[in-house]
C-alpha cells in the first residue's frame, strides 16, 4: 500500500517560518527523487524544491536563499524548512516521490501567510 503524507501546514505571518514533512511508504521501486510543488488559488502547480537520493537539491530562483529541503538517512521522509514567508508563498503544498517508472503525490497540506 502507497502513502505519501505531508505534516506541518498552518497558518503564519509575513516574514515568520513554517517546517513541512512528508513520510513516504510501499513504493514498490527505490525512489529517486523527492520534492515540494505548491499550487496556489487559479495558478499552476509548480515546483518549489527538489532533493536527489543522494542528496543534490535544487530550488525554483522565488525561494532560493528562504527554503531549505533536506532528506533522512533512509531517504523515505522529506523536509521543508521554510523561512521569510511572504503572502506570494500561500498555496497548497504538495509531496511528489518519483521513480523511474511511478510518480507518487501526496493530499496536500494548506500554508495561509497573513499580511
Known amino acids: 500500500q502507497v502513502q505519501v503524507v505531508e505534516s506541518g501546514g498552518g497558518l503564519v505571518q509575513a516574514g515568520g517560518s513554517l517546517r513541512l514533512s512528508c513520510a513516504a511508504s510501499g513504493i514498490r521501486f527505490r525512489i529517486n527523487t523527492m520534492a515540494w510543488y505548491r499550487q496556489g488559488p487559479g495558478k499552476q502547480r509548480e515546483l518549489v524544491a527538489a532533493?536527489?537520493?543522494?542528496?543534490?537539491?535544487n530550488y525554483a530562483d522565488s525561494v532560493k536563499g528562504r527554503f531549505t529541503i533536506s532528506r533522512d538517512s533512509a531517504r523515505d521522509t522529506v523536509y521543508l524548512q521554510m523561512n521569510s514567508l511572504k503572502p506570494e508563498d500561500a498555496a497548497v503544498y504538495y509531496c511528489n516521490a518519483d521513480t523511474i517508472g511511478e510518480t507518487y503525490w501526496g493530499q496536500g497540506t494548506q500554508v495561509t501567510v497573513s499580511s
Open positions: 532533493i536527489t537520493r543522494s542528496g543534490s537539491t
